[in-house]
């Protein structure tokens, strides 16, 4: 069994140009999976975008969100995983099509990788990868190389059976003059995380994985920080949405169907709202 869950841990590599971070996913991602139905693939999928989707917040500098979509013209129209830099996940799949395989591409056939960066303060970031790759770490590591021009190194796995996930990530920390030696320290940190494996991510806590990986390098462990998954919905964001549709509107819904109600995408909690409940809305003072 695992004993520390739901885990995000960044780390630092003293006299070897690398940092890294570890991430251990298991009640957040049954929440994120729970009322959904979705086929195994589709599970597997959102625990590997999950797991990516907590690495890539680690790497915010700032208060914001970064959300991880995958959009295609496969069965699966897209994937998506919301993050914030307090590790607060959710995330949703949508299926239109029968699934036949289960590679990235037999679920999403073409498919794009959208990553938008949502600082609390100043303007968003977008940026967008074919998925060309097997995997969609490897599509990760492209986004990478792209975007930032730093060498990246990304391991994503899950577990469709237990419900876990969890992923790892390797950066170069460019501050070395020496850059030969800074690849090469790179490659070796890579090689040992390279030797991880799915059962221990899953069932060993974050310093037993660590040690095992690295025992002989000089590792820095920073707080670690807990995931949890947080819808955000909320009788007051279904309102607003509602006051949206216009008096008009809500007038004729209520005639038709005496209430309105609204199902949160990510959660599928149910909120009703009846003539009483929108009354507000309709005669404000
Ligand atoms: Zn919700």
Request: proline share 3%; glycine share 6%.
């Amino acid at each position: 069994m695992s004993t520390n869950t739901d885990v995000l841990n960044r780390y630092l590599f003293d006299n070897t140009h690398a940092r890294g971070e570890l991430v251990q996913l298991d009640k957040s991602f049954k929440e994120i999976i729970t009322n959904h139905d979705y086929p195994a693939a589709v599970t597997d999928l959102l625990g590997q975008l999950m797991a990516a989707t907590c690495l890539l917040t680690a790497t915010l500098k700032f208060e914001g969100e970064i959300s991880v979509q995958i959009q295609g013209n496969g069965p699966v129209k897209y994937a998506v995983i919301n993050g914030d830099n307090l590790q607060q996940m959710r995330g949703i799949a949508s299926i239109e099509g029968e699934i036949k395989g289960t590679s990235l591409q037999d679920l999403m056939g073409k498919a794009n990788m959208v990553i938008t960066i949502i600082p609390k303060q100043g303007e968003r970031y977008q940026g967008v990868v074919a998925v060309e790759g097997e995997t969609l770490a490897e599509c990760l590591e492209h986004y990478f190389a792209t975007s930032e021009q730093l060498a990246t190194k990304i391991w994503l796995f899950a577990d469709t059976t237990t419900i876990q996930a969890a992923g790892c990530l390797l950066q170069v920390v460019p501050d070395s003059e020496d850059k030969e030696q800074q690849m090469s320290d790179f490659e070796h940190i890579s090689q040992l995380t390279a030797t991880i494996k799915p059962d221990e991510l899953f069932n060993l806590d974050a310093n037993e994985v660590l040690y095992r990986l690295y025992n002989q390098e000089q590792v820095r462990l920073f707080e670690p920080q807990v995931v949890s998954f947080v819808c955000g919905c909320s009788e007051d964001k279904c309102l607003a949405a509602i006051a949206n549709m216009g008096k008009e509107a809500i007038i004729e819904h209520l005639n038709e169907h005496q209430q309105i109600n609204i199902t949160c995408d990510f959660c599928k909690t149910n909120y009703h709202f009846d003539q009483e409940k929108l009354n507000p809305l309709l005669n404000p003072n």
